[in-house]
C-alpha cells in the first residue's frame, strides 16, 4: 500500500484544508497525519500530510487541480523512498562518519551515492562504509571544473539532497542557484559568534559558556540561509580548546543529522527567509 506525503504552502484563506481533503479522498486516499500552519508575518498557510492508499499519479492529478485555485505550490512524495544524497567534504571526518553511520544503521531515510571532496584524506573512511568517493584540489582555477562535476553528479545519479558536511569551500553564487531548496549546511554557533581561524581557541579565549551548532540552507549569502536546525550545549572554564572541540563537534554531528532527517522526511517548507519545521 502506498504511503504518500503531500506537502503545499499558498497564501492563506478560508476552506484550504477541505479542498485539499476532498482532492485526498477523490483519489481514494486516506489522511493518516495533517500538520498545518498559518503564518502571522507572511499570511502563508503551510501544511504537511501523510496519505496512505491513494494511487501516486492520481493523488498527484488530484492536488495539482486543488493547488491551481490556490495558487498553491505542493509536492507529492513516497515516504517510503530513501532521499538520494550527496556529500561534499574536505578534511573534517565527525559529521561524515556520524552521517554515514546513521544511514547505514537505518536511522536516516537516505541514500548516499557518493561523497565528492576537495582532499582524499576520507577516502578510507567511504571505502569502509562502502560509498563512492572522489576528489579534487579545489583552487581558484580549479573550483569552476570542481563545482561542474558536482552539477554533473547531481544530474546523472538524480541527487535530492547535497549535504555539506563540513566542506570548507565556499560555493559559487551560480551552484548556490542550482541547488537552491536541496542543499544544506553546518557550522559552529558560537554566543557570541566568532568568524575566521581557529573559532574554538577564540572561543576559549573569551570564555564562552555555550557553544553549539546551525544547519541551515544553503544561499549565497555565506552562513545566512533560512535555518533548520539548531543545538547548543554549556561549557565552562575548565574546559580545554581540545574538549570544546569535541563537544562542539558532537553538537555539529547530531544537529546535521537531525536537519538531513527533517528534510528527507520532508518536513521543511520555506517561509521566506525563515522555515516552517514539522516534527
Known sequence: MHQLVVTLDCPDRPGIVHAISGGIVAARGNITELQQFSSPDTGHFFTRIEVQGADPAELETEIAAVASD????????????????????????????????????????????????????????????????????????????????????????????????????ILSPELCAFLAGRA???????????????????????????????????????????IIEQ???RVDHTMDVAKLVRKGQAQESQTLAEAVRLLAEHRVLADGDRTVIFR
Open 70 to 169: 490556490l495558487g498553491a505550490r505542493f509536492r507529492v512524495d513516497d515516504a517510503t523512498r530513501p532521499t538520494r544524497t550527496l556529500i561534499l567534504a574536505s578534511k573534517a571526518g565527525h559529521v561524515v562518519n556520524d552521517l554515514l553511520f546513521r544511514w547505514r544503521g537505518g536511522d536516516l531515510p537516505i541514500d548516499v551515492v557518493g561523497i565528492m571532496a576537495n582532499h582524499d584524506v576520507l577516502a578510507p573512511m567511504a571505502e569502509f562504509y562502502g560509498v563512492p568517493f572522489t576528489h579534487r584540489v579545489v583552487t581558484a582555477e580549479s573550483k569552476a571544473d570542481f563545482e561542474a562535476e558536482v552539477r554533473r553528479a547531481v544530474g546523472e545519479q538524480d541527487v535530492e539532497l547535497v549535504v555539506l558536511a563540513r566542506y570548507m569551500q
Open 184 to 226: 544544506v549546511n553546518i557550522h559552529h554557533s558560537f554566543l557570541p559568534g566568532f568568524k575566521g581561524a581557529n573559532p574554538y581557541r577564540q572561543a576559549h579565549t573569551r570564555g564562552v559558556k555555550l557553544i553549539g551548532a546551525t544547519a541551515h540552507f544553503v544561499t549565497s549569502d555565506l552562513d545566512e540561509g533560512p
Open 231 to 233: 543545538n547548543v550545549v
